[in-house]
C-alpha cells in the first residue's frame, strides 16, 4: 500500500514534466526539437573553437608586446586587459557588436562600397575573441615568465631569429606553464558563447530558448541543454588531460610516480 | 648639492605616473573623455537619473547577498568534498561539476522558466505565503547566482581547507580542543585567509555575471541601460556610461579585500 500512495505522489508531482513524451520532444526530425539543439551546439563550438584561436593569436602578440615591447605598447596592453577584464562580457559583446559593425559599415560607405549584413557567425568570433585575447594575455605573459630564461637567451646567442624562436624554444617550453589557464579559457569560451543569445544570434542556448517557448516544456529543453554543455566540458576536460600529459613530455613530474 | 628641476626629475623617475610617456597618455585618455562628454549626447540621462540609481542599487544589493549566502554554502560544500564520507562528498563534488559546466544564464532561464511554470501548477504553493515572491523575477536571479557563486567557491574552499598544515588541526586535537571548536578558531580562520585573494577575482566576476539577471526581467544597472537604447535609440553612449560604472564597482570591490586582506596578520618568511 505504501508503494502505491508513493507512486501516486510521485506521479503527481512528475504530471507537468511528462505531458508530452521526452523523447518525441527530443526527436532529430522536426516534429522534434532534438536537431535544433545539435545545431545549436555545433555552432557553439563553431564560435568557441573560433573565438579561442583568435584570443590566442591576439593574447601570444599581448604577452610579447607586455614583455618585450616599448613603454607605450605596454602601457596601452595593461589599459587593454583591465579593461575588458573589468568590464561585464554582455556589455562588452554589446559595445563590440554594435560598435563594430557600425564603424565597419561607415568605412565601407566611405570608401564607396556598399552596407552589408555583419554575419552572426563572424561577429561572435569576432567579439569573443576579443575578450579572450585579455585573458589569455595574461596567462601566456605569466607563462612565459615560468620559463626558465637562460633558455631564451641561449636560443638569442644562437642568432636565431625572432619568429624561429618563438616556434622552437618559447611557446614549446611555456606550454606545460600555460595549459592550466588555457584550459580554463576553453571552459569558459563555450560557455560565455551562450551570452550571444542575448544578441539574438542562434547558438545553443537561443536554440533551447525558442524550442522551449514553443513547446512549453521548460524543463525539458533546459536540462537537455545543460547536459550539452556539461557533455561538451567533460569532454573537453578529457582531452585536456591528454594534451597537459603531451605537453609535459620529457618532464620529471613532482607528485611521485605519474 | 641638488637643484629644483633634478630634484623633480628624480621624483618623476620614483613615480611610476610621471613619465613622459605617461603623461601624454594620460593626456590623450582625458582629451578623449572630453570628447566624449561634449560631442556625444547625454541629454537623456537626466529622465534616466532615478531609474539608473534605481538599478544600480539594485546590481549592488544582489551581488552583495549572493557572494554572502554562496559563500557560506561554499564552507560546506568545500569541506564534505575534503573530508566528508562518500555520500557526502560525491553530491558536493557533482553540484560543483555540473554548475561549473553549464552556462549560467541556462542556469537562470531553467530555475525561472522551469520552476516558475511549474510552481503555479500546484495549488498548495499558490496559497502559500511565500507566492507573491515567487511569481517575480528576482528570487530566481539571486539563487541562480548564488548556487553558481558557491560552485566556484566551494571549489576554491576545498584548495584552501586542504591546504591548511596539519600540523596545525593535530595540535589543536592534542590540546584536546572539540573537533567544532577546532573547526571554528583554527581550520576555518586559515583556510578562509588562504581563499581570500581568489576571493577578491571571484567577486570581481559574480560582478561581471550580475547584468545575466536583467534577462529574466529584473531591472539592474544594466537593464536600465538596454531600456534607454530602446526607448531613444542612443545605442553607444548608455553602453559606455555602464562600463564606467562596472569598472568604478570593481575598483571598490578590489579595494576593499585589499583593506580586509591587510587586517589579516601574516607572516612572511
Known amino acids: ?258 | 648639492m641638488t637643484t629644483e628641476p633634478s630634484r623633480a626629475i628624480e621624483f618623476a623617475a620614483r613615480s611610476p605616473w610621471l613619465q613622459p610617456h605617461r603623461l601624454v597618455l594620460m593626456a590623450i585618455a582625458a582629451i578623449l573623455v572630453v570628447c566624449a562628454a561634449t560631442f556625444m549626447r547625454w541629454d537623456w540621462l537626466p529622465n534616466y537619473y532615478g531609474l539608473a540609481l534605481q538599478g544600480l542599487w539594485r546590481t549592488i544589493w544582489i551581488l552583495v547577498v549572493t557572494c554572502a549566502l554562496g559563500f557560506m554554502l561554499a564552507i560546506p560544500l568545500g569541506l564534505a568534498q575534503v573530508t566528508g564520507p562518500w555520500w557526502l562528498s560525491a553530491p558536493a563534488r557533482a553540484f560543483c561539476t555540473v554548475i561549473r559546466g553549464t552556462p549560467l544564464l541556462l542556469q537562470i532561464f531553467l530555475l525561472y522558466y522551469g520552476l516558475g511554470s511549474l510552481f503555479p501548477q500546484y495549488p498548495w504553493i499558490r496559497e502559500s505565503e511565500l507566492w507573491p515572491y515567487l511569481r517575480q523575477a528576482w528570487p530566481y536571479a539571486v539563487l541562480a547566482l548564488t548556487l553558481s557563486f558557491a560552485a566556484y567557491e566551494g571549489e576554491v574552499m576545498r584548495g584552501a581547507f586542504a591546504g591548511v598544515p596539519k600540523g596545525q588541526l593535530e595540535a589543536a586535537r592534542a590540546f584536546g580542543m572539540p573537533r567544532f571548536t577546532a573547526f571554528r578558531r583554527i581550520w576555518l580562520p586559515q583556510a578562509i585567509q588562504r581563499a581570500l585573494p581568489t576571493l577578491t577575482g571571484e567577486t570581481v566576476l559574480q560582478l561581471k555575471a550580475t547584468p545575466l539577471v536583467a534577462a529574466i526581467t529584473v531591472v539592474d544597472i544594466y537593464a536600465v541601460a538596454s531600456r534607454v537604447r530602446q526607448d531613444t535609440f542612443i545605442i553607444y553612449e548608455p553602453l559606455l556610461l555602464l562600463a564606467v560604472i562596472y569598472m568604478a564597482i570593481t575598483g571598490v570591490i578590489i579595494f576593499l579585500f585589499k583593506r580586509l586582506e591587510a587586517r589579516i596578520p601574516t607572516r612572511l618568511g
Open chain 1, 1 to 258: 500500500m505504501p508503494n502505491l500512495v508513493g507512486r501516486i505522489a510521485m506521479e503527481a508531482l512528475l504530471s507537468p514534466l511528462l505531458q508530452v513524451s521526452t523523447m518525441d520532444l527530443l526527436a532529430l526530425s522536426p516534429p522534434g526539437w532534438g536537431g535544433n539543439l545539435l545545431r545549436g551546439l555545433m555552432n557553439s563550438v563553431y564560435i568557441a573553437a573560433g573565438a579561442y584561436a583568435l584570443g590566442l593569436l591576439i593574447g601570444t602578440g599581448g604577452a610579447y608586446g607586455k614583455l618585450y615591447g616599448g613603454p607605450v605598447v605596454r602601457d596601452l596592453l595593461e589599459g587593454y586587459t583591465t579593461l575588458v577584464r573589468a568590464v561585464p562580457e554582455l556589455v562588452l559583446i554589446l559595445l563590440i557588436y554594435f560598435a563594430g559593425a557600425d564603424l565597419i559599415n561607415r568605412l565601407l560607405e566611405a570608401l564607396g562600397y556598399t552596407r552589408i549584413d555583419i554575419n552572426g557567425l563572424t561577429a561572435g568570433i569576432v567579439v569573443l575573441g576579443f575578450v579572450q585575447g585579455a585573458y589569455a594575455t595574461e596567462v601566456l605573459r605569466g607563462a612565459i615568465l615560468a620559463v626558465p630564461q637562460g633558455q631564451l637567451e641561449a636560443a638569442r646567442a644562437y642568432g636565431m631569429p625572432p619568429l624561429l624562436m618563438l616556434r622552437r624554444i618559447t611557446l614549446p617550453a611555456m606550454l606545460p606553464y600555460a595549459i592550466p589557464g588555457l584550459a580554463n579559457l576553453w571552459l569558459i569560451a563555450t560557455k560565455d558563447t551562450a551570452l550571444l543569445a542575448i544578441v539574438g544570434f542562434s547558438e545553443l542556448t537561443q536554440e533551447t530558448r525558442q524550442a522551449a517557448g514553443a513547446t512549453k516544456a521548460y524543463f525539458t529543453f533546459y536540462l537537455a541543454a545543460g547536459a550539452l554543455y556539461l557533455a561538451l566540458t567533460l569532454v573537453s576536460n578529457v582531452i585536456i588531460a591528454r594534451v597537459e600529459r603531451w605537453s609535459r613530455r620529457g618532464m620529471p613530474s613532482i607528485g611521485g610516480p605519474a
